[in-house]
C-alpha cells in the first residue's frame, strides 16, 4: 500500500488486514498514536484520515491506500497548535495516555469549528476516555484555544 | 509445562521495624542530619554532579531522580519542586527521571520497600527531597565560594543563577567544580516564608511532552531494538486449570514466532501486537471442567447476604451499641450492595523483559519496583543485582499496577524463561494486556455487603451504631498483612467505619471475610471507595430522621475532627444557600489518607430520568498545599473517578466468567457527564497529606444524598444503572 503519513509518501508492506493503529506503532515504531481499547470505544488511536478524526484501531491498512494520514508526532495545523498551547497553558493531562487522541480530536473540531459551544464539544469529544477525568479541563482548554486561534 | 518457582526466593519482606512513622510537622528552618545517603559522585567524563536524588549537568540541567512512580498524579513535579525550592534552580531546567531499582536507597519509608501508593508520595518525600536539593544547593554554593575567593554567606542563588558580588554563573557552569566538593553532613531547609515554589503552581515537568504524543514515556510504547510482542490467552474462570491446546493454526501465521505454555495460561509471542492477538485467536483451548472459581456474582451475593446474619470480627468495638439501640428514639436499618470495579487505567497493563540466562532487564510502569525485582528474581533463578528495572511512566494506574503478588513481572518474566527454554535467542519480549485482558483480569475492587443499624435519641443525636460489612480481604496473604491486617480484620474494609472521628460512643463493626477465587486489589481510596458511601449516606438519612440540617447535623458530631469539621464549613460557605436552577443538593465530607474533603454536588435529573451531576463544590485539607493546580486536578480526577464508578461501572460473573468485555460494556464517565468542579484548598501549615486518592470518597454519597432529595429514593446498590438513573 502506499499512503502519505505526516506529510511523506511511505509505502507500507503489511497484511492489508492489519489495523493502522498497529501499522503505526508496530511496523513504523511511530508510538504517540496509542492503544486503548481496539474496539474504536475510547478515542486513545485517533488520527486524521483525509482531515477527519479517525480511530485508526478500526481502519484497516487495506482500505487507505492513497489516504493523507496525520499523527500526534506531527500535526501542526494553527487549531492543533492552538489546542496543544492551551492544553499546557490550563495543564490539562494528568496520565496523559488517552491526550493524543483527545488533542486529536479537539484539533479536528476545532478546525471545523473556530467556535465551538459546550455542546459542540460533547458532540466531539465524547468518543475519548479519560480515566483520570480530566474533562472538565478538556473543556475549558478547547474554549481556550478558540480564543487563542481567534487572537 | 514451567512451574512458577513460588518464594525461592521471597520478595523481600517489610517488617514493623521498617514501617517508619515520618515526623509530622517539619517545615523548615530546620537543622537536619546527613540522615541520607547523598555522597556527593564526581562524574569525571562529563562534569556532573551525581546524588541518589539529584543531579546537576554542565548544560545546566538538574535532574531530580524520582523514587516514586508518576501514574498522572503529579508526584514526579512534585518531587522536583521540592528540589528547586531548596536549590533555587529555575523551574524550566528541572527534569524528572525514574530512579532504579534499589530499595536501600529509594524504599518508601511508609512501605520498607520501593513503590508508590496509599497517596504518600508527598508524605513521604517532602523532608528527604528537600534535603537532596539543599545538599546540592550546599556543593555549588562551596564551589562558588572556592572559584570566586568569596565567603559561602555572600553567595545568593535566584532562579538558577549563582552570584556574588560581580561574580554570576548557573548551576551548571558550576557542576564539575561541585561534584568534586564533599557533600554537607546537615543542611538547614527553608523556612515556610521563604518558598518560591511550594505552594505555588509549579508547572508539570512532563506535560509538554504529554501534548506531543509521550513519545518514550509508557512502558506501553517501549520498543527495544529487536523487541517481540507477547499475549497470553488466560483461563476463563479464576483459577481454571487448562486441559489442552491445539496451536497449530496459531503457529501457522505469519508473524507467530512461538506458542508457549507457562501456569498464568498460553501464550503466542509474534513480530507484532495485532500477529499476536490473531495468533491467540487461532489457539483452540479445552479448560479443565469444573475447575476454578464457578461461582457467580448473582450466588456470591445471596452467600455474602446469608453471611450478614451471624457475628463476624469485631473492629474497634466500643460502648454498648446493642442497648443504645435499643433504647434509641429512632432507628434506621439499611444494607448496601457494592459490586466488584475494574481499575480499567487507559494504558492496559504491559511488562518488557530481555533475559539471556544470566541477567534481565524489565520496562514497565512498575508501581512496587522491589516486589516486582524480588518476584523476577524468584522466577529466574537471578539474584538482585542481576535485574535491571526500567521505571516508565504510568499511563494511569488507580492501584491496577501495584500488586503485592507482582503477578504481571512474574507472568513477564515466565515468557522470557519459557522462550529461552524452548531453545530462542533472547529478544526483547513486551508482554501487552489487551483492554479484555485488563477488564476480565480480576485484581478486582472486591464486592462489598454492608448492614447497619443506627440510633438517634431523643434530642436527635446519634446513639448506637451496629455495622456489619462481608467483603474479601484485600491484605491477608499478602507481603503487606501484618501492616493492614489486625485479629483476622483486614483494615481496609472497615477504614472510614471503625475508625470514624463522628462522635459515635457506642459503636460495634464486625467484619466477614468470605474466601472467594476471585482476585481483588485496592482500588482508588481502597476500602473509603464504599465506606464512605455508607456512612455518609447514613448520616444524611439520620440527619433528615432528626429534622436536622445535614450540615449542622454532621458539625455537631464532628467536635473531635476540627480538621474535618472545618473543610466542611468550607464548602458549605463557598457553595452557596442553593445550587443552579433546578439543582438538588447532596453533602458528604470525608478523611482518607490523612486529607480531609468534603464534596457538594448540586445534581439534576434529566428528561429522561438519569443524573446529570452540573457543579461539585469542594473543601479541601491536605497540609501544606504543595501544589495547588495539582491538588485541584486531582480532586477533579478523582472526584470523577468516583463518580464513574456510581453510576456505571459493575464487574459480574456468570458461573464464575466475567461478563463484561471491553469500554462498550464496562463504562466510565465520558465528558457528557462530567460535572463543573470547584475547589477550595485550606492553606495548612500542617505536614503535607495525601492527594491522589481522598477526592474519590465523598462524591458517591454527595451525588446519592441529591438524587434522594431529587427522587425521595436512596441508593443502597450500585451502580446507578440498576435504577434506571445511568
Known amino acids: ?151 | 509445562m514451567l512451574h512458577y518457582l513460588d518464594a525461592k526466593r521471597p520478595a523481600p519482606q517489610p517488617t514493623r521495624r521498617t514501617f517508619l512513622k515520618l515526623s509530622a510537622g517539619a517545615l523548615g528552618g530546620l537543622l537536619v542530619g546527613a540522615v541520607l545517603p547523598q555522597k556527593g559522585l564526581a562524574d569525571t567524563a562529563s562534569g556532573a554532579v551525581v546524588t541518589p536524588f539529584v543531579h546537576i549537568t554542565p548544560d545546566n540541567r538538574v535532574i531530580v531522580l524520582s523514587k516514586h512512580l508518576d501514574k498522572g498524579q503529579g508526584t514526579a513535579t512534585g518531587l522536583a519542586t521540592l528540589v528547586a525550592e531548596e536549590l533555587d534552580a529555575a523551574a524550566d531546567q528541572v527534569e524528572v527521571e525514574f530512579a532504579p531499582s534499589n530499595p536501600e536507597l529509594y524504599k518508601n519509608f511508609l512501605f520498607g520497600l520501593q513503590g508508590t501508593g496509599g497517596s504518600t508520595a508527598m508524605a513521604n518525600s517532602f523532608d528527604q527531597y528537600r534535603q537532596a536539593g539543599a545538599v546540592v544547593r550546599a556543593m555549588i554554593v562551596a564551589a562558588a565560594a572556592s572559584e570566586w575567593g568569596v565567603s559561602a554567606g555572600d553567595i545568593a542563588i535566584t532562579n538558577g543563577v549563582v552570584s556574588a558580588g560581580g561574580n554570576s554563573a548557573t548551576l551548571g557552569e558550576l557542576s564539575a567544580l561541585a561534584a568534586a566538593q564533599e557533600p554537607p553532613a546537615e543542611v538547614t531547609l527553608k523556612s515556610p516564608e521563604d518558598w518560591v515554589y511550594i505552594g505555588k503552581d509549579f508547572p508539570r515537568v512532563e506535560l509538554p511532552m504529554k501534548t506531543r504524543g509521550s513519545v518514550g514515556l509508557f512502558g506501553m510504547d517501549a520498543q527495544p531494538e529487536g523487541g517481540l510482542v507477547a499475549v497470553t490467552a488466560r483461563p476463563p474462570r479464576f483459577g481454571a486449570t487448562l486441559a489442552s491446546v491445539d496451536a497449530t493454526a496459531a503457529l501457522a501465521l505469519d508473524g507467530v514466532e512461538a506458542v508457549l505454555e507457562i501456569p498464568q495460561g498460553v501464550v503466542v509471542v509474534a513480530t507484532n501486537t495485532w500477529t499476536a492477538m490473531q495468533g491467540r485467536e487461532a489457539l483452540v483451548l479445552d479448560w479443565a471442567a469444573g475447575s476454578g472459581e464457578t461461582r457467580g456474582t448473582d450466588a456470591l451475593l445471596a452467600e455474602f447476604r446469608a453471611a450478614l446474619d451471624a457475628p463476624g470480627l469485631p473492629s474497634h468495638p466500643r460502648g454498648d451499641a446493642a442497648t443504645k439501640l435499643a433504647q434509641a428514639a429512632q432507628v434506621i436499618e439499611a444494607e448496601y450492595v457494592f459490586p466488584y470495579l475494574a481499575h480499567a487505567p487507559m494504558e492496559p497493563l504491559d511488562m518488557t523483559v530481555l533475559y539471556d540466562g544470566q541477567s534481565a532487564t524489565f520496562w514497565g510502569g512498575s508501581q512496587i519496583q522491589t516486589l516486582d525485582h524480588g518476584t523476577a528474581a524468584a522466577v529466574l533463578g537471578l539474584d538482585f543485582p542481576q535485574i535491571t528495572i526500567n521505571t516508565r511512566w504510568g499511563g494511569g494506574s488507580f492501584g491496577r499496577r501495584a500488586s503485592p503478588d507482582g503477578h504481571l513481572a512474574a507472568e513477564t518474566a515466565m515468557i522470557g524463561k519459557a522462550w529461552l527454554d524452548a531453545g530462542n535467542t533472547a529478544r526483547p519480549i513486551k508482554l501487552v494486556y489487551s483492554r479484555e485482558d485488563d477488564i476480565r483480569g480480576g485484581y478486582y475492587r472486591p464486592m462489598a455487603v454492608h448492614r447497619v443499624r443506627a440510633g438517634l435519641d431523643a434530642e436527635g443525636n446519634i446513639s448506637g451504631w451496629e455495622h456489619r460489612i462481608v467483603s474479601q480481604s484485600i491484605f491477608t496473604g499478602t507481603s503487606f498483612e501484618s501492616f493492614v491486617v489486625q485479629d483476622g480484620v483486614d483494615h481496609s474494609t472497615v477504614e472510614g467505619i471503625s475508625d470514624t472521628t463522628y462522635a459515635i460512643p457506642d459503636m460495634h463493626v464486625d467484619v466477614h471475610h468470605p474466601k472467594v477465587g476471585v482476585p481483588t486489589l485496592w482500588w482508588r481510596s481502597v476500602g473509603h471507595s464504599h465506606t464512605a458511601y455508607v456512612m455518609e449516606t447514613m448520616m444524611d438519612e439520620l440527619a433528615i430522621a432528626a429534622g436536622r440540617d445535614p450540615v449542622e447535623f454532621r458539625l455537631a458530631h464532628l467536635a473531635g475532627d476540627a480538621r474535618l469539621a472545618s473543610v466542611l464549613r468550607l464548602a458549605a460557605e463557598k457553595a452557596g444557600p442553593t445550587g443552579p436552577e433546578g439543582t438538588h443538593r447532596g453533602i458528604a465530607v470525608h478523611k482518607s489518607f490523612n486529607s480531609y474533603v468534603a464534596e457538594i454536588a448540586d445534581v439534576r435529573i434529566r428528561d429522561n430520568g438519569t443524573v446529570k451531576v452540573e457543579k461539585v463544590t469542594c473543601g479541601v485539607d491536605c497540609g501544606v498545599p504543595i501544589n495547588p493546580d495539582n491538588i485541584n486536578a486531582q480532586i477533579e480526577g478523582g472526584l470523577g473517578y468516583g463518580l464513574s464508578a456510581i453510576l456505571r461501572e459493575e464487574i459480574t460473573m456468570v458461573d464464575g466468567e466475567v461478563a463484561q468485555w471491553n469500554y462498550p460494556d464496562y463504562t466510565p464517565l465520558r465528558i457528557t457527564d462530567m460535572p463543573e468542579v470547584e475547589v477550595h484548598i485550606v492553606r495548612s501549615d500542617e505536614a503535607p497529606t495525601g492527594i491522589g486518592e481522598p477526592g474519590t470518597p465523598p462524591i458517591g454519597p454527595a451525588v446519592a444524598n441529591a438524587v434522594f432529595r431529587a427522587t425521595g429514593t436512596r441508593i443502597r446498590e450500585l451502580p446507578f444503572t440498576r435504577h434506571g438513573l445511568a
Open chain 1, 1 to 151: 500500500m502506499q499512503l502519505m503519513i505526516n506529510g511523506e509518501p511511505r509505502e507500507i508492506d503489511a497484511n492489508p488486514d492489519m489495523p493502522l493503529l498497529w501499522v503505526l506503532r508496530d511496523e513504523l515504531k511511530m508510538t504517540g498514536t496509542k492503544f486503548g481499547c481496539g474496539v474504536a470505544s475510547c478515542g486513545a488511536c485517533t488520527v486524521h484520515v483525509n482531515g477527519e478524526a479517525t480511530r485508526s484501531c478500526q481502519a484497516l491498512i487495506g482500505d487507505l491506500e492513497g489516504a493523507n494520514v496525520t499523527t500526534i508526532e506531527a500535526i501542526d495545523t494553527p487549531a492543533a497548535k492552538a489546542i496543544q498551547a492551551a492544553w499546557v497553558e490550563l495543564q490539562v493531562p494528568q496520565c496523559g495516555y488517552c491526550q493524543s487522541g483527545q488533542i486529536m480530536s479537539a484539533s479536528a473540531l476545532l478546525s471545523e469549528t473556530p467556535k465551538p459551544s459546550d455542546d459542540d464539544i460533547d458532540a466531539a469529544m465524547e468518543g475519548n476516555l479519560c480515566r483520570c477525568a480530566t474533562y472538565a479541563r478538556i473543556r475549558r482548554a478547547i474554549h481556550r484555544a478558540a480564543e487563542i486561534m481567534e487572537a
